[in-house]
C-alpha cells in the first residue's frame, strides 16, 4: 500500500474518511491498557500527531506496548472521523510494523525539557515540538525571502564566502589556510609565508557580502544576496552567533527612501507568509514561547512605519525624562535601550531612524550635504531594536576616496569597487538583514542558538 | 515622472505604444550622425536593450554624442512601435539626463572579448551579454531548485560551514582559525594549542552538509539544504572550484530508487523552469555558446531516464570495443571517458548508474545482500557525465559501525550519527547536486569559473 502523509490526512480529512490508509513516522507518545492504546505519531510532514488506535487484535500488540519513544513505525488502518475529540481524526490500526526500535535511554522524554538542555543533543531536538517548529518556520521564512525578491525580479546574487581581504574593515574575520600550522613556512623576513598558500595569499570568510553585491546591482539594477557570514567576535550574547544568514539586496538608481520602502515591504511580507503558511507553528509560538506574539506581529504588519531622522530621534532621548544607562548625546551610536525606548515607548510601532553621524558609520554610505550626516537608515522594531541596516552608497568617486583614506583604509585594495564609480555611476542603495534576527522576531525564540539548526558561537563548534 | 522598467516595456509593449516614459540604464552602444543619434541602453532588468533615438533638438545634445559606452542615464521620450524592424520599439527621447559619466578606458568595449580576460574583470562582467545571461539563469534557477522542493514540502535545513572534524573523510579540508598564524601558541608537546583557538578545537570548512542533514531528515522527513561547501584540493580544471554551491536533500522513509525519482523530476524541473523563465538568456546560450543546447536539454526533460547497474555498466563497457585510456575492470571507479560513452553512446539520454563496489563508495552508504556493493547511483548525462551522486544510507547500527573501523574512521567523531540509527532508525536516502554543475550543464558554459560571480579556485581569491 502506498504511504500517505500525515499533512495530506489533516489537509483533507474529509476525503479519507473511513478509508485504509498507510502511514509511517516516529512514536511521540505511547499509553496502554489491558487490551488496547493509544499511540501518537509524527511523520515529519506536518507539526502535529496522528493518534493510533490499536487493540489486542494485532498478533504483535504486546511488543508494541513495550516499544520506546521515537521508534519508528509503519500502520495501516482505518481513517475514523473523531469531531467530539481534540483531534479531529485518528486510525484504527490493522497492522503495526516496527523500522526500527528506538533505545529506552532517549533522552527527549514526554517531560518537558530546557533549552540550554536541548541545545546539547543539537541532532535530535528537531523532533521536539520547540525545534520542530523553529526549524520549519525557518524554512517557510526562508522561502519567502526568496520568492518577495523573484517576484520583484530582483536578481538572487551568490557573492564569494572566501575573501582576499578585509574588504569592508569591518570588525574581527576568520584566518582560512592550508598550511600546516604545527609548521608554518616563513619567509626572508621572518613572516608568514603566504605565497605557499592554498590561494597564494592570506585570505578569510567574509563578514558581508555588500561591495561584491554592488557590483552585481550596476549591471543587474535590483540584486539580493542570501548566504553565511561569518564574525570572530568574542561576544557570548544571546544575539551573536559566529556563524549566521544575512539578506542584502542592493538596488541601483535608488536612493535611501527606496531602500526603507523595500525594507518595510520585505519584513511585513515574511511575517505575513509565514503566519499563513505555518500556521500550527506560528500558533504554538503563541500560545507558549511568547504570548503577545501574533499581537506584535499584526502591529507590524499593518502599520506603516515611522521614518525620523536620528537628530530628532536624540532630541526626543533627551527630552524624555527616561534615566538610560548610557547617556544620549547627538554623536553617540544609539544603544539598545533607546532603540526600545523610541519604538517601543514613543513609537509604538517600527521606525526607520535616518542620516546619523558619519563619524559613526561606515565609509561607504553617503555623504549627506550638511557636512555631518550621512544617508543611512536603521529600522527599529518593538521587543529587539535594530533588526535592518542599510544606506545609500557613496556613488561619487571623489568624495569615496577622501573617506577610504580618512578612515585609514588603503585605495589599492578597493580598485574594483572604486571603478563601479569611474564606469557609469549612479545613485545606489542597500540594507543588510539578519535572517536569525528576523527568525527570533517572528518565532518570540530569545536565543540566536536556538534558531540555528546547529550553532557556531564562541567556544562551541559541537556537531 | 515614474521610472518604467525595461522588463514592462517588452513585457507590455501595447500598453506603453506612444506613451511618455521615463527610462534609466547604461549606454551598451551609441552611434551618432550629425543631426541626430541612437543609444542602446540596458537597465538590468531585462536582457535587451531599448533603442533610444535623440537628436538635436535636445539641448545637450552634443554632449551627449561624446559619452562613453557604460555611462548612466535617464531618459525621457515616447514609445514609439517598429514592427518593421529588430526591435518591437524604440523610444524618441525628449529629455536625455547623465546620471553617471563612463570613463574613455571602459574595458568593456563593443568587440567581443575572451572569458579568459573577462574573469579579469569579474566586477564589470555581468554588464556583458554572456555573463548577463549566466548570472540571471543561475538566479532563476535558484528559485527553481527551492520552488521544487517547497512545493513537495522539503524542509529547507541550513548546515553549518565551520566544522569540528572532517566527518565525510572527505578530501582535503580549508582550516579556519583566529591563532597569530606569526605566533602559534603551543602546548607542552609541543603541538598547536587549540584551546586557544576561537572554537577552543580544530575546526575547517564543511565538505559537505550531509550527515547533519540526515538529523533532520530524521525529524522532517524530507528535507533539502542548499549551501556552499569547500574543497582545498589542488586541481587546475574546468570542472573543480574551491567554493562551490551544492543542493543536498535526504529522505527518510525511502529507499534508493525513491532518491533516483526526486533526482530525475528534479533536473527535468529546472531545466524547464529556466527555459520558461529565462527565454531571452536561453535563446543567447543556444545561439552563441552552444549550437545544441535545445536539442539537449529538450532531450533530457523529455526522456525516460535509464537504470542499470554497475555491473551491467562494465559488462557493456567491456565488450563495446571502444579503446578507453582508463581500461574497465569491475571494481574500477568509472572515468568520465566510461561514462560519458556510455550514456551519450549507448543510452542516447541520462542514466543511474547503481550498485557500485563497497570499497569506492563512502562509509555510510548502505551495504547491498550480495556483500559486494552498496545501494548507491550515480546520474550521468550526455555531455558532461556525472551530474548527481547519492545513495541509500546505512541505517543498521552495527554495520555502520563496521564499516567506520574498517574505513579506520574513529567511531567517537560520529557519535551523533550514530545515534541516529539508536533512535528510531529507518530506512532513508539521499544525494548531492553541485549547482555549478547543473548550471553549466543548462547554460553550456564550459568552465566553472564563468557561472560563479567571483571564483575561488587553487592560487586565486581575487576581488
Known sequence: MEITLVKSLYKETEKFANSSVKVSGWIRTLRDSKSFGFIEINDGTFFKNVQIVFDESLENF????????????????????????????EIKATKIVVEGKSSSDY?????????????????????????SA?????SVAAFAVHKFFQERGFVYTNTPLITGSDCEGAGEMFKLTTLDLNNIPKDENGNVDFSKDFFGKET??????????????????????????????????ARHAAEFWMIEPEMAFAELKDYMDVA???????????????PEEMEFFNSFV??????????????????????????????????????????????????????????????????????????????NDDGKTVAAADLLVPGVGEIVGGSQREERLDILEKRIEEMGLKKEDYWWYLE??????????????????????VTGMSNIRDVIPFPRTTGSAEF
Chains 1, 2 share one sequence.
Not at 527527549?108 to 546539547?120: D, G, M
Not at 578569510?204 to 544576496?225: D, H, I, K, P, W
Request: aromatic share 14%; glycine share 6%.
Open 264 to 278: 518595510e515591504d520585505l519584513v511585513k511580507y515574511v511575517i505575513k507568509y509565514v503566519l499563513a503558511n505555518a
Open 204 to 237: 578569510n570568510l567574509t563578514v558581508s557580502g555588500q561591495l561584491s553585491a554592488e557590483t552585481f546591482a550596476l549591471a543587474f539594477r535590483n540584486v539580493y544576496t542570501f548566504g553565511p557570514t561569518f564574525r570572530a567576535e568574542n561576544s557570548n550574547t
Open 107 to 131: 533522552p527527549l522524554q514526554k517531560k518537558r525539557h530546557s533549552l540550554e538542555y536541548l541545545r546539547t543533543i543539537a541532532h535530535l531536538r528537531p523532533r521536539s515540538n520547540t525545534f
Open 62 to 89: 504486546k511488543d508494541i506496548t513495550k516499544l520506546p519513544i521515537s521508534s519508528s513505525l509503519s500502520v495501516e488502518g482505518t481513517v475514523v472521523l473523531t469531531p467530539q475529540s481534540k483531534q479531529p481524526f
Open 420 to 441: 563601479l564609480r569611474k564606469y557609469g555611476e549612479t545613485k545606489h542603495s542597500g540594507f543588510g538583514l539578519g535572517f536569525e534576527r528576523i527568525l527570533m522576531y
Open 290 to 367: 511568547d504570548k503577545g506574539l501574533f499581537d506584535r506581529l499584526d502591529n507590524v504588519a499593518n502599520s506603516d512605519f515611522g521614518r525620523i531622522s536620528y537628530t530628532e530621534a536624540v532630541d526626543i532621548l533627551k527630552k524624555c525624562g527616561e534615566e538610560f544607562q548610557y547617556p544620549v548625546e547627538w554623536g553617540i551610536d544609539l544603544q539598545t535601550e533607546h532603540e526600545r525606548y523610541l519604538t517601543e515607548k514613543v513609537f509604538k510601532k517600527p521606525i526607520f531612524v535616518t542620516d546619523y553621524p558619519k563619524d559613526i558609520k561606515a565609509f561607504y554610505m553617503r555623504a
Open 134 to 138: 523553529v526549524f520549519r518556520v525557518r
